[in-house]
């Protein structure tokens, strides 16, 4: 039979975590498989770009849906766990489970296209969308996915791994020129607020100090911590800081931010800071590289020719 859609795996992936036990990927893949009757040899048949299988990347996409509506989580790196929310799909037992049933989560739909305004029904490729803005959506969706999946590993590391990542981050963004160890953390008690500093230019004659602060994602920072960090910058003389999270920033903090003027700081998220991260290739590594190509006019209006 031919390898299953993303969507046709949906009931046999939440199927082999009804038993309210954390699983490996490898065994969900394998009672996939088992239940859908997918072969080893169809289980290694390649995208057409060679680089990954088709099914491990269908079922990844499985992954990825039923944990963006609630469905799953992922307790750790590769290990997945029913919902309550999941059980209770099981028990309601729908004659069908697709994305047009996913849709009921507004988690799912906001996923699937972030212009949809919440509560209306949505579908990533519409039927008057051209081959380039059907590529265009769905690259933007697979940097959604990393973008989430880079959240939760840096959920799972230490405060002072998230320190030192950031301050990797922007020596990669060229902070510091190609002056050796640019960045430093501080990483200690009585810091006043400052997890680490960074030259901006080869000489170091302005420095850039940092708070990093690995919280949980759905947590809004207020003004009342972006006052502290301004405090903190004056206690250190500094004229630049820079307060970089993964949580969200409230309306108020982001206001605040923009009305310093003898310190300048600037706030970044953490949708803006795994947008940065994957730009600037910190965390991740290149998997498929595709070309599009167009005509070359100048090669056919050559009269030389």
């Given at each position: 039979m031919a390898i299953p859609k993303y969507f046709e795996m949906y009931r046999p992936f939440l199927e082999c975590l009804k038993n309210g036990r954390v699983h490996r990927i490898k065994?969900?893949?394998?009672?996939?498989?088992?239940?859908?009757?997918?072969?080893?040899?169809?289980?290694?048949?390649?995208?057409?770009?060679?680089?990954?299988?088709?099914?491990?990347?269908?079922?990844?996409?499985?992954?990825?849906?039923?944990?963006?509506?609630?469905?799953?989580?992922?307790?750790?790196?590769?290990?997945?766990?029913?919902?309550?929310?999941?059980?209770?799909?099981?028990?309601?037992?729908?004659?069908?489970?697709?994305?047009?049933?996913?849709?009921?989560?507004?988690?799912?739909?906001?996923?699937?296209?972030?212009?949809?305004?919440?509560?209306?029904?949505?579908?990533?490729?519409?039927?008057?969308?051209?081959?380039?803005?059907?590529?265009?959506?769905?690259?933007?969706?697979?940097?959604?996915?990393?973008?989430?999946?880079?959240?939760?590993?840096?959920?799972?590391?230490?405060?002072?791994?998230?320190?030192?990542?950031?301050?990797?981050?922007?020596?990669?963004?060229?902070?510091?020129?190609?002056?050796?160890?640019?960045?430093?953390?501080?990483?200690?008690?009585?810091?006043?607020?400052?997890?680490?500093?960074?030259?901006?230019d080869k000489l170091g004659f302005s420095l850039i100090y940092i708070q990093a602060k690995r919280w949980d994602l759905d947590k809004s920072i207020g003004r009342p911590e972006i006052q502290k960090f301004v405090g903190a910058l004056a206690g250190q003389g500094a004229s630049k800081g820079l307060f970089i999270t993964t949580a969200q920033f409230t309306k108020d903090a982001i206001e605040y931010a923009k009305k310093q003027h003898t310190t300048k700081v600037v706030l970044v998220d953490g949708a803006i800071l795994t947008k940065l991260m994957i730009e600037y290739n910190i965390g991740v590594s290149l998997e498929t590289a595709y070309e599009i190509k167009k005509i070359d006019t100048d090669f056919f209006n050559d009269e030389g020719n």
């Open positions: 065994e969900v893949k394998n009672f996939v498989a088992c239940n859908m009757s997918v072969t080893e040899d169809e289980q290694k048949e390649l995208l057409p770009s060679g680089k990954q299988a088709m099914f491990d990347n269908r079922i990844g996409w499985t992954r990825t849906y039923l944990k963006k509506a609630g469905l799953i989580h992922s307790p750790s790196r590769g290990t997945f766990i029913l919902t309550e929310e999941g059980h209770r799909v099981l028990e309601e037992n729908p004659a069908v489970i697709n994305d047009d049933f996913l849709n009921r989560y507004e988690s799912f739909r906001a996923f699937k296209n972030p212009s949809t305004i919440p509560g209306t029904q949505n579908n990533l490729i519409q039927s008057e969308d051209t081959p380039q803005d059907i590529f265009d959506k769905a690259f933007q969706q697979i940097n959604a996915s990393l973008a989430d999946d880079l959240l939760s590993e840096i959920m799972k590391q230490t405060p002072d791994f998230f320190e030192t990542l950031v301050v990797k981050l922007l020596e990669k963004m060229g902070y510091g020129g190609s002056l050796k160890n640019a960045g430093i953390v501080t990483g200690q008690s009585g810091d006043e607020g400052i997890d680490g500093i960074i030259r901006e």
